[in-house]
């Protein structure tokens, strides 16, 4: 599947079916995270693989109650480090993650993007130094659901050509 194809297909998915990553397939996906790319390639970013059911449930509270945390097979949490790159770590942070998302859907997983978490709850429970921003929590697991994609807006309502407002006739 090529990389179009890829993000045509990614869905948000939070229902998960049993059972566990693979470290191939695990490997694979963080690779895709490390060679992201970040500005001045300070890399800023780090990441905690949460696999223990244990915590994956202790989650759910500081997400929200978003109860769908512990049926993953992982979270994988993205830390900014603001120290490192306090300008860029977010954003480098962010791209790193969404490597991730693009190749757990090559892989054949689902995942979703966590935004809704106390930020304090998940650095307390995942021993987090205060250095780091957590950015997002990206779920990934086998998915127990196929949703359809969702409405987007037409190319001419998000794109100007050359100045805002001209807009773009694809």
């Given at each position: 599947?090529?990389?179009?194809?890829?993000?045509?297909?990614?869905?948000?998915?939070?229902?998960y079916a049993?059972?566990?990553?693979?470290?191939?397939?695990?490997?694979?996906?963080?690779e895709?995270?490390?060679?992201?790319p970040?500005?001045?390639?300070r890399q800023?970013?780090?990441?905690?693989?949460?696999?223990?059911?244990?915590?994956?449930?202790?989650?759910?509270?500081?997400?929200r109650?978003?109860?769908?945390i512990k049926?993953?097979?992982?979270?994988?949490?993205g830390?900014?480090?603001?120290?490192?790159?306090?300008?860029?770590?977010?954003?480098?942070?962010t791209?790193?993650?969404?490597?991730?998302?693009?190749?757990?859907?090559?892989?054949?997983?689902?995942?979703?993007?966590?935004?809704?978490?106390d930020?304090?709850?998940?650095?307390?429970?995942?021993?987090?130094?205060?250095?780091?921003?957590?950015?997002?929590?990206?779920t990934?697991?086998?998915?127990?659901?196929?949703?359809?994609?969702?409405?987007?807006?037409?190319?001419?309502?998000?794109?100007?050509?050359?100045?805002?407002?001209?807009?773009?006739?694809?």
């Open positions: 599947m090529g990389v179009y194809d890829v993000i045509l297909s990614r869905r948000s998915i939070r229902s049993p059972g566990t990553i693979s470290q191939e397939d695990l490997n694979k996906i963080l895709a995270a490390r060679w992201a970040s500005a001045g390639n800023p970013r780090h990441f905690v693989v949460v696999l223990d059911d244990k915590l994956k449930s202790e989650l759910v509270p500081a997400c109650h978003q109860s769908f049926d993953a097979a992982c979270v994988i949490v830390l900014a480090d603001m120290e490192l790159s306090p300008k860029w770590a977010i954003v480098d942070t791209i790193a993650l969404e490597h991730i998302v693009l190749e757990a859907t090559e892989l054949g997983y689902g995942s979703c993007w966590i935004g809704a978490f930020e304090s709850k998940v650095k307390e429970l995942l021993n987090i130094p205060d250095k780091y921003k957590v950015v997002a929590l990206i990934i697991g086998k998915p127990a659901e196929s949703p359809g994609p969702r409405p987007r807006k037409a190319l001419n309502e998000i794109v100007s050509l050359n100045t805002y407002g001209n807009l773009w006739q694809p």
